[in-house]
Nanobody, 124 residues
Framework: QVQLVESGGGLVQAGASLRLSCAAS????????MGWFRQAPGKGREFVAGISWSGRSTDYANSVKDRFAISRDNAKNTVDLQMNSLKLEDTAVYYCAADRGFGVFRRPGEYDYWGQGTQVTVSS
């Protein structure tokens, strides 16, 4: 049974940093395309960052490029999202996702496995 469990969310002020972690069980992250998505109230789920199964390719939404970084720890079987210079518009529930394939997937429908999400709230 596959489980993805996100952690690390919280309430921070604008300009601060947070590090989210996605712990996987039932799958090996180094064999999967891993992605981070977010969903703000009243909005659809949007792609934030992704990493290919090989780790050689990463991709980011334009809105977070140069501020966020996705990484993978194969020994811990986790995928992290380092978020720096947080802005009010980064407030959302952040989800981890996984699926098999090549490259990095940007669309939610391309992922079979999802975590329950972790809330990130950025205040002024």
């Amino acid at each position: 049974q596959v489980q993805l469990v996100e952690s690390g969310g919280g309430l921070v002020q604008a300009g601060a940093s947070l590090r989210l972690s996605c712990a996987a069980s039932g799958l090996t992250v180094s064999n999967y395309v891993m992605g981070w998505f977010r969903q703000a109230p009243g909005k659809g789920r949007e792609f934030v960052a992704g990493i290919s199964w090989s780790g050689r390719s990463t991709d980011y939404a334009n809105s977070v490029k140069d501020r966020f970084a996705i990484s993978r720890d194969n020994a811990k079987n986790t995928v992290d999202l380092q978020m720096n210079s947080l802005k009010l518009e980064d407030t959302a529930v952040y989800y981890c996702a996984a699926d098999r394939g090549f490259g990095v997937f940007r669309r939610p429908g391309e992922y079979d496995y999802w975590g329950q999400g972790t809330q990130v709230t950025v205040s002024s």
